[in-house]
């Protein structure tokens, strides 16, 4: 097991490698500079730019700076927001990130995880085909659609809660749309997949053994059925957690967080280069230790798995 | 399932006798999903799609980039336009005056403007025809036809998914062939790279893309085809490798190699048509996919650029106004999600007529 860990470890690796690098070339070769779409700089001063940003180097020499500033954790400085760093803005940002994309992550995993059971256990009735229909909807409605029509209900029409914003008087309440819309997809998917694989435990002998010796049904299926029909959505965690951060862009610039997101969305409208390829970063390596930390869970949760 | 019908002419005989007609696979599978009701419903919405958006030129519909700014944000009516939009200018009007009377005396200078305004429409509903237009579905804030451009959108959309589709299938194919047919180090080195890029933060990159090459002004949808298309062959490849590597020893294979027949040949003709059932389950299943992405990036402003729009376009354009003119979001997000509801379904009944013991059904 602890092979096992070392190795899927040293993997994550080359995967940030190749990330850091495509995404480095990618905006090097991009056509037109972050500072060509700007009206025309006299030479001496686009020269002094350059020498400032290290952009006169050459290209290996440029990518060998980055490389290095980032192993050191450091992303330079924005081409837009002049007088703060790439890491500034980032650390502003993250922790409303990392509020609003674990509340949506916790309300998928147990209203999903709730809902599969009930609608498990009653099996073809309204209950489950009540559960199942708001599951199908969760999975075909994009976010950008379920985000503005929640807005247009609750904020606009009903007026139970602010239509967007973060910060101030209302705080906890500006929370709840964006993560209700955020959390949604992944509730309906998590719902859909412990629904199934409860259906099959319930199937299973060893449930059949648990109930021939008496056990209450709660007890059953608390313990039992719960136990092994998990595992499928242990490991739909990972792109659950890599969807919560593709759609927390589109959930803050909808709800307008400031979170990393959407500065990622204006950073990609501005070209602010730097800034992408921080953000990219970071959002990689999450992404990347979290499968990680799916692995190993799902590896102490099955037994039957044995890592050589 | 052999039928129990006698074959007068004989060809072919059970044990017990009796004449076989042989069911093939697709017919078997055809049978499959007409008993599906959801797919069914599924594949009746995407050919009414599909029909709208091929023949979209041909219908009487109104030109989608035709503006009129005296038929702005008119709500969805059967009535002709003048008449909506008469009426909303007269409302505005006892709204205004109503205000006033109750004291907002502030408000004086916009009721005269009001009241210029609707004397320009009047004149303008004399002398202009685009008054007897009728918007079922209303309009934009320039006045531009939602039926029109909503349809006009989705075919962009579709085009999306469709192409994005296709080079995902194609890549992923030839790479998965390959790569299962070659095994050894080569096999090694492309899977290698596949995990590599599963590991990638698809949508981040489709991102960096889009913001890199996209240019103002010129159409961004032949960059959104490649950048969908790049990072989306994986799934595809992954799974036509293992069906290869399945069935490559298997005797069909073996006989067609002792009879001289070329890796070309042998993959072509005698494994891919076995991949064939998977594949277009990937392909139902991922086309929704490919449409969501397009919205999402279009949404976000990193998509198709105007004058071409595409159901995310209209819904980020709809959201803009949303809480005095609902129907500017409503429209297109309605019509965009039928439609991902719909491959949802066909997707599924495919994928259950298709591989009936599927595994990774949920």
């Known amino acids: ?308 | 399932m052999a039928s129990k019908t006698i074959d007068t002419r004989g060809e072919l005989i059970n044990e017990f006798n009796q004449s076989m007609k042989p069911v093939s696979l697709w017919a078997d599978a055809w049978k499959r999903l007409r008993k599906n009701r959801m797919a069914l419903f599924g594949l009746w919405i995407v050919a009414i799609y599909a029909f709208l958006a091929i023949a979209a030129p041909v219908l009487p519909l109104y030109d989608y980039t035709s503006q009129d700014l005296f038929q702005a944000n008119l709500a969805p009516s059967f009535r002709p336009s003048g008449e909506v939009a008469i009426t909303k200018a007269e409302a505005r009007l006892t709204e205004i005056q109503a205000l006033i009377s109750e004291g907002r005396d502030d408000l004086a200078p916009e009721l005269d403007k009001a009241k210029v305004e609707y004397d320009l429409l009047k004149a303008d509903i004399a002398t202009n025809p685009n008054h007897k237009k009728v918007y079922i579905l209303g309009t934009d804030y320039l006045g531009r036809d939602m039926l029109s451009r909503t349809i006009y959108g989705g075919r962009i959309s579709m085009l999306v998914g469709l192409v994005g589709t296709i080079t995902a299938v194609l890549l992923g194919i030839i790479i998965g062939a390959i790569s299962g047919y070659a095994g050894g180090r080569l096999d090694n080195f492309l899977m290698r790279f596949v995990d590599i890029m599963y590991g990638l933060p698809y949508m981040l990159i489709v991102i960096i893309m889009m913001s890199v090459f996209r240019t103002e002004g010129s159409s961004s949808i032949f960059i959104l085809f490649i950048a969908i298309a790049l990072v989306s062959w994986l799934t595809i490849a992954r799974v036509v490798r293992g069906q290869i590597i399945s069935l490559k020893n298997s005797e069909f294979v073996e006989a067609a190699r002792s009879m001289g027949a070329s890796s070309g040949r042998i993959i072509f003709r005698h494994l891919l048509p076995n991949t064939l059932g998977v594949i277009i389950v990937f392909s139902s299943l991922s086309l929704p996919g490919f449409i969501m992405s397009e919205s999402f990036l279009s949404f976000l402003g990193l998509g198709v650029s105007a004058p071409d729009a595409s159901w995310g376009t209209l819904v980020s354009e709809g959201v803009q106004g949303m809480e005095l003119f609902p129907w500017r979001l409503l429209v297109p997000a309605a019509i965009m999600t039928l439609f991902l509801f719909a491959m949802n379904f066909l997707g599924d009944g495919l994928r259950d007529a298709l591989d009936p013991q599927s595994k990774n059904r949920t």
Not at chain 1, 125 to 142: E, F, H, K, N, T
Not at chain 1, 265 to 288: C, F, H, K, P, W
Request: glycine share 6%; hydrophobic share 50%.
């Open chain 1, 1 to 308: 097991m602890t092979k096992f860990i070392i190795r899927r470890f040293l993997s994550l690796i080359p995967t940030m490698f190749v990330i850091i690098t495509l995404s480095f070339f990618l905006i090097r070769f991009a056509p037109g500079g972050p500072f060509s779409s700007e009206k025309k700089l006299p030479e001496a001063v686009l020269q002094n730019i350059l020498k400032k940003y290290h952009m006169d180097e050459s290209m290996p020499m440029q990518y060998l700076r980055y490389f290095n500033d980032v192993l050191h954790g450091d992303f330079g400085p924005s081409y837009k927001y002049k007088e703060s760093t790439v890491n500034e803005l980032i650390a502003q940002s993250f922790p409303n990130s990392i509020v609003l994309g674990s509340v949506a992550l916790a309300l998928a995993v147990f209203a999903g995880i709730g809902v599969g059971i009930t609608s498990a256990l009653r099996q073809n009735r309204w209950q489950d085909y009540l559960a199942m229909s708001l599951a199908v909807i969760g999975i075909s409605v994009p976010l950008f659609v379920i985000g503005p029509v929640l807005q247009l209900a609750f904020s606009m029409q009903l007026k139970w809660l602010p239509v967007s914003g973060w910060y101030g008087r209302k705080w906890p309440l500006t929370l709840i749309l964006p993560a209700l819309t955020l959390s949604f997809p992944y509730f309906a998917y998590i719902a859909r997949l412990s629904r199934a694989s409860i259906l099959e435990v319930l199937r299973s002998d060893y449930v059949r053994t648990a109930r021939a010796k008496g056990l209450k049904e709660s007890a059953v299926v608390l313990k039992h059925v719960l136990k092994g029909a998990l595992l499928p959505v242990v490991s739909y965690l990972g792109p659950a957690f890599s969807g919560i951060i593709t759609g927390s862009i589109v959930v803050e610039s909808v709800f307008v967080v400031p979170g990393v997101g959407r500065i990622f969305v204006q950073s990609a409208l501005n070209r602010d280069y730097t800034l992408i390829m921080g953000e990219v970063i970071v959002y990689s390596l999450i992404l990347v230790v979290m499968n990680f930390a799916v692995d190993i869970v799902y590896g102490f949760l099955d037994p039957r798995i044995s890592y050589k």
